[in-house]
């Protein structure tokens, strides 16, 4: 079945840093990919998306490519803040509807 | 409204007894779904609506696990003789149809806890 696997935390930086959070899939299918995040006490949010290879995603000084060649998803940040500490779920959905989550990251960004 | 309303925001049950969840989708959104999320886990899918449809219910866990949304729109997930391992936050997503390659809108949630 189709599957994520994300970089395993926690993930501390300090702030300005550079971030990386990995993220490779296997899908039957050609998927969607998603990055969601979960701040302390709120719900998931979409934080980007690619819907075809080649695809770059962004929001918020995040980015991610969408890699068909590598199967990958890589979450990247020039330049972290306080602000971006929270849990960062890679996703991936195809045709069937659902979508399948990584385990999550949690990523800490001390000042 | 403005967003997916759940509720309640915690429900703490013992051991052997029901629960019901509720969640009130985006108006007009065709799509709904339900996740499960363990702690310290990604969401896992546990069943999708299509209108009052439920087209895909192939991640309940169990046949204690039920969902229903009639109208099309509130959807409820009932936890019958809940336990232990059931303790876990439960997410409901909806979308408009067709556009969940696009992401969804999530839920802030149910905590539910089985003591």
């Known amino acids: 079945g189709d599957s994520v696997t994300q970089m395993e935390g926690p993930v501390t930086l300090s702030e300005e840093a550079f971030l990386t959070i990995n993220c490779t899939y296997t899908a039957t299918g050609y998927p969607s990919l998603f990055w969601y995040v979960q701040y302390p006490g709120e719900g998931l949010q979409l934080l980007l998306k690619?819907?075809?290879?080649?695809d770059k995603g962004s929001n918020k000084g995040f980015e991610a490519t969408y890699r068909k060649e590598t199967t990958s998803f890589h979450l990247e940040k020039g330049s972290v803040q306080v602000s971006d500490s929270a849990v960062y779920f890679c996703?991936?959905?195809?045709?069937?509807?659902?979508?399948?989550f990584g385990q999550g990251t949690r990523l800490t960004i001390n000042p | 409204g403005a967003g997916v309303s759940q509720s309640p925001r915690y429900k703490v049950a013992k051991r052997g007894q029901d629960v019901a969840l509720r969640c009130d989708p985006i108006s007009g959104h065709v799509s709904l779904f339900w996740y499960q999320q363990a702690l310290g886990q990604g969401p896992e899918f546990l069943t999708y609506?299509?209108?009052?449809?439920?087209?895909?219910k192939s991640g309940l866990p169990s046949d204690r696990f039920f969902a229903e949304r009639p109208e099309g729109s509130v959807s409820t997930l009932k936890i019958q003789r809940t336990q232990q391992e059931d303790s876990a936050v439960y997410l409901c997503a909806s979308s408009q149809l067709g556009q969940s390659v696009y992401g969804y809108t999530f839920g802030s949630g149910t905590r539910l806890t089985v003591v």
């Open positions: 690619a819907t075809k290879a080649d």
């Open positions: 609506f299509q209108n009052e449809a439920q087209l895909d």
């Open positions: 996703a991936l959905t195809t045709g069937a509807q659902k979508l399948v």
